[in-house]
């Protein structure tokens, strides 16, 4: 009995602690020494990783989304700086394949930046790619049985929604072109009827995790479904709220915030298969950083009750603090894959670099930071 009181004290205590809010100096200090941290190693990414990321990549991409954010929030101009060296360098093209999301996805920096510096050209290949797309949509089916080929030419991976939607719904705010909201109204709508499930309020991460079990639980996968959560608010950002597209995207938004909150785990992080925390204990920060900035944005537009949701919020942010090294690398970010896997405490990468920068621009809001 007594050891019970001594553990149920011990567990009271730990969420106590989990449950602390930051201030908001203290945010933009962590913040910043991530930022800065993967500033100083970016040239690391081309070559010190299993498969080398080129800087038009995903995983940069990702990055940049983040690294905006805190550039919008920095007392200097050295990160937009350093964005815009990156845009200039590439011509502000997007990456090789032109049909796949997440070659599309570095559109979401050049918008950025265009809106930063009002300069035309930095938007100018963007739009000319979107446009081919759209008068030339890919035909392909969304099933990846026997589709191998051309399987990634259409949003068939729950990934590309945060890839890919965000700069069509940019470019359909930026210009006022019905085009751009009409294909990704299109896309997105295919891709949700078929990778979302009902029941969990969760996407698969593609057809092949449709029906499939790990240790009897269906495998949603953190990451894949943060990439969702992340490019719902990116996208809702861009819309009218009273919208029928924006309250499309809401209703999914709002399914998917009250899931997540059941499933957070008492550490403050989402296991790497989110059912299944029983099977992944590990840390993840990636998929933590984009709940947590998803979660906190919502509070934060008032959609979300502050009461209820921003416990689990001020839980995520201090657990993923608490795996910043003392260089400012954050830990425990899973490395590049398609399901739940592993991650270690001195793992890092620069898709959650980014996540966790989204977080901060918004924790720090909800903190009182202006």
Known sequence: MKK????????????????QQPTAAEVKKDMKRVADWQVAHFQDCFSNFRRPHHPLDWTN??????????AAMADDATYWE???????????????????????????????????????????????????????????????????????DRWSWCDAL????????????????ERYLEFLMRE????????????????????????????????FWARGNGW????????MNELDPKSKEYKYFLKIYKKMAKKLIEIQTPKGHWAMSLLADDIYPTPETSGTAFYTYGLAWGINQGIL?????????????????????KEGKLGYVQPVGVAPGQ????????????????????????????
């Open 4 to 19: 019970s009181i001594v553990a149920l004290l011990a567990l009271f205590l730990s969420l106590t602690v989990l449950a």
């Open 61 to 70: 991409a990702a990055l940049y989304v983040g690294m905006v954010k805190w």
């Open 82 to 152: 350093w964005l815009k060296g990156i845009g200039e360098q590439h011509e502000y093209k997007l990456y090789k394949r032109r049909y796949d999301a997440d070659d599309q996805a570095v559109g979401q920096m050049y918008v950025a930046l265009y809106r930063q510096y009002d300069d035309k050209k930095m938007l100018a290949p963007t739009i000319k790619e979107m446009d081919y797309v759209y008068y030339h949509p890919a035909q392909t089916a969304l099933q990846w049985e026997g589709n191998k080929a051309m399987r990634r």
């Open 162 to 177: 945060f890839m890919a939607p965000p700069v069509w719904a940019q470019l359909y705010n930026i210009t006022g072109d």
């Open 188 to 219: 997105y709508k295919a891709t949700t009827d078929f990778l979302f499930d009902k029941k969990e309020k969760l996407y698969y991460r593609d057809q092949s995790y449709i029906g499939k079990r790990d240790g009897g639980h269906k495998v």
């Open 228 to 235: 969702v959560f992340g490019g719902l608010v990116a996208v």
């Open 305 to 325: 009750k502050k009461e209820k949701y921003e416990p689990a919020v001020m839980k995520a942010w201090n657990a993923m603090s608490s795996y910043i090294t």
């Open 343 to 370: 991650a270690w405490p001195d793992k890092t990468e620069v898709y959650g670099t980014g996540a966790f920068l989204s977080a901060g621009s918004e924790v720090y809001k909800l903190v009182g930071g202006e």
